[in-house]
């Protein structure tokens, strides 16, 4: 079992930046892939980026490419995902989610564990 919580949400202008932190409980922590995921109001979730259990490797969606970046510390159990440039339309609720075995990272049906998300809103 993991446990996830985000922090690290708020609200900022168009063109600043935030990071947003997912700390996961458990000792295995290291052995979970993760991903960041974001819900605008009516519309459907959608991958942000992932990370490989190593970090060795990274996937993003290519309207994030560039100024999102995700990053993993298994020392402290914590993902994070530092937005840079930040545009009216990231404006979303933003979840971490983890799973020990990921064929396709970006699809959020194959992750086993959720967080309860942080809301992100961006002025223009």
């Known amino acids: 079992q993991v446990q996830l919580v985000e922090s690290g949400g708020g609200l900022v202008q168009a063109g600043g930046s935030l990071r947003l932190s997912c700390a996961a409980s458990?000792?295995?922590?290291?052995?979970?892939?993760m991903g960041w995921f974001r819900q605008a109001p009516g519309k459907e979730r959608e991958f942000v980026e992932a990370?490989?259990?190593?970090?060795?490797?990274?996937y993003y969606e290519d309207s994030v490419k560039g100024r999102f970046t995700i990053s993993r510390d298994n020392a402290k159990n914590t993902v994070y995902l530092r937005m840079n440039s930040l545009h009216p339309e990231d404006t979303a609720a933003y979840s971490c989610?983890?799973?020990?075995?990921?064929?396709?990272?970006?699809?959020?049906?194959?992750?086993?564990?959720w967080g309860q998300g942080t809301q992100v809103t961006v002025s223009s």
């Open positions: 989610a983890a799973d020990r075995e990921l064929s396709e990272y970006s699809d959020e049906y194959e992750y086993d564990y």
């Open positions: 458990g000792r295995t922590f290291s052995s979970y892939a």
């Open positions: 990370i490989s259990w190593s970090g060795g490797s990274v």
